[in-house]
Every structure is written in structure tokens, then in C-alpha cells.
């Protein structure tokens, strides 16, 4: 069905079918390298005959792609991510530029590049509390709260408020299984600091009752 629609120039419909297969592969767990073929000639279709908002789609899926096979990869998915970003200002689509931007803050941070991340992250999480995105409010929190315990050494007052977010992250019931996964691995990154225990009381504490929003504000500060 996919070469009757590239024979008779349906690219909408290839491009559909295209990011479709390319994501199907990922959940069922097929190779990396086959997504990222599926990837690529979704974003040769999108320039060749879809729209803008094909092209920005078809960029994320193939620079996330790039993310997930590895360092040699990445420099590309970086180039990819960029792009998508800046058709999204063009645009005007903040949900896409806000996915970008998380993607893009990922790759630069697996690049240790912590500046470029941290801004990326910061820039999305602005935009995705303004739309009220919880599962991806939450990913970029956790992508933060790492990148600060990895950049610096923390006072109690920093660490309270990690701790803090790990928690609230951890148990929100919005959390998917790897932001949940990263929450747990901040938690017991954050264990091992040896923190007074006043400090962890406070912190399951507050988690109880802050909003995801008052937390988010707390950590753009």
C-alpha cells in the first residue's frame, strides 16, 4: 500500500503511513536502524511534496531517532532538532516547538553541552505550563532537576527542592514508565548524598502538597 501511494504521488498519505511504521517498529522493539530508514524517507517525502507542519514532524521523529542510536549519531540529530525548532517560531506552533526543544535538550545533554540543554528545557517547560501538557511538563522536570545534580554541587535549600520534585515526579500519576524510571534514578542518586534528615522529611513532605505548576516556577527561578 505504501508504493501505490509514492507511485501516484499521494505523499500525505505516505508520509501518514511512513511515521506510522517508523513508531510501530519502536513500540514493538525492531531494530533502531530500521526506524531510522522509515525516518528518513518520511522527511525526503515531507520536503518533496507535504506541508511545513509535515516537514517539523518528520525532523522530530528523525533526530529523536538519531538521539537513541548513540554519540556518532547525535550531531546530526542535533542539526535535525534545530530545525524543527526554528519552523516551529516561524509557525507559531508551540506544542511542536515545545517537543522540539525537550528533544533538542536531551541530545545536547547526552552531548554534555549542559548550557544549550539547559536552556532548551527551560524554554519548553515555559511553554508546555502555559498548555497545561502534564506528561511532558514532567519529563523536562526530571531532564532539569538531573542536570542540576550533574552541573553542581548543591546546597540544602537546592537539594530540598530535587528532592522535592524526584518525589512529586515519581508519584504523579501522569508520570509514563521511563519519567517514572528517571525520578527513581534521581531519588537514589539523591539518597546517596547523604542529606540531613530533616531535609528528606521536608521534601516527601511538600511533595504531598505542591502543584505541579508551583513546583515548575521553583525550578525556572
Not at 534545530?82 to 536531551?106: F, I, T
Not at 553541552?113 to 511538563?137: G, K, N, R, V, Y
Request: aromatic residues 6%; hydrophobic residues 45%; negative net charge.
Amino acid at each position: 500500500g505504501l508504493q501505490v501511494f509514492k507511485d501516484l504521488d499521494e505523499y500525505w498519505y505516505a508520509i501518514e503511513a511512513l511515521d506510522y511504521l517508523a513508531r510501530a517498529r519502536h513500540a514493538l522493539g525492531k531494530p533502531l536502524t530500521e526506524m531510522r530508514q522509515l525516518a528518513e524517507e518520511n522527511l525526503r517525502l515531507s520536503r518533496k511534496g507535504g506541508s511545513v507542519a509535515a516537514i517539523v514532524e518528520a525532523l522530530y521523529l528523525l533526530g529523536s531517532t538519531l538521539y537513541k542510536m548513540g554519540d556518532m549519531e547525535r550531531i546530526e540529530a542535533k542539526a535535525l532538532l534545530e530545525e524543527s525548532v526554528a519552523l516551529c517560531r516561524k509557525l507559531n506552533y508551540p506544542s511542536g516547538m515545545a517537543l522540539a526543544l525537550y528533544q533538542l535538550g536531551l541530545t545536547t545533554m547526552a552531548s554534555d553541552d549542559d548550557q544549550i540543554a539547559s536552556t532548551c528545557f527551560h524554554e519548553a517547560l515555559e511553554i508546555l505550563i502555559s498548555s497545561q501538557f502534564t506528561p511532558i511538563i514532567l519529563e523536562i522536570l526530571v531532564g532539569l532537576a538531573t542536570l542540576r545534580v550533574q552541573q553542581q554541587a548543591l546546597t540544602p535549600n537546592q537539594s530540598e527542592i530535587l528532592l522535592t520534585l524526584a518525589t512529586l515526579v515519581f508519584n504523579h500519576p501522569a508520570s509514563n514508565r521511563q519519567t517514572h524510571n528517571n525520578a527513581a534514578r534521581l531519588l537514589a542518586e539523591l539518597d546517596t548524598a547523604g542529606l540531613p534528615r530533616e531535609i528528606i522529611t521536608a521534601a516527601k513532605e511538600q511533595a504531598q502538597t505542591m502543584t505541579l505548576e508551583a513546583m515548575a516556577e521553583q525550578i525556572l527561578r
